[in-house]
């Protein structure tokens, strides 16, 4: 991922955003902010025909130096894209990358009623850590987030 797919990808969020299932986000940053919050080797695009499908990208969970190999996944596909396995692709790869970069777990945040996304998880090794209860809003109205977690068979092993 680049900064000039900040357009495309911010529509795709945008459109994550407006599920209301996808993020506590309400708003979309600006590339500036979106990139400080994100690490700089974990950003990937699904891209077809010059048209992005998806993306993900990793964030650092604490600034603390203990938690420096310990990642939050967003994942992102196009509404037009979904169901056709660039999900999928898109965390096979970062779970890839994120090895490369030297990241031991992997950590996501899910709404309950995001079905697809727990599935995606469970589909690429995530196992279901538990529940965090009323741990934000959305429009006023408190959410659940679910904890999935995955730890890299490579890196930081026993």
Not at 3 to 15: G, L
Not at 41 to 56: D, F, H, P, T
Not at 86 to 97: A, D, N, T
């Amino acid at each position: 991922m680049k900064a000039s797919d900040w357009k495309q990808v911010s529509q795709i969020y945008e459109q994550g955003i407006a599920t209301g299932l996808a993020t506590f986000e309400q708003q979309i940053p600006s590339y500036e902010s979106w990139d400080n919050a994100h690490v700089k080797e974990c950003r990937i695009i699904a891209i077809s025909s010059a048209k992005i499908l998806g993306w993900a990208a990793l964030s650092p969970v604490s600034s603390r130096c203990v938690y420096g190999g310990v990642g939050e996944v967003s994942v992102y596909v196009a509404s037009n894209s979904k169901g056709k396995g660039v999900g999928r692709l898109l965390l096979e790869q970062l779970i890839s990358e994120s090895e490369t970069a030297g990241f031991w777990t992997l950590q996501s945040g899910i709404f309950p009623d995001n079905e697809s996304s727990i599935a995606l998880h469970k589909k690429t090794g995530f196992r279901y850590i538990g529940k965090r209860e009323r741990i934000g809003k959305i429009n006023g109205e408190w959410k659940d987030n679910l904890l999935f977690e995955k730890r890299s068979e490579v890196v930081g092993t026993y």
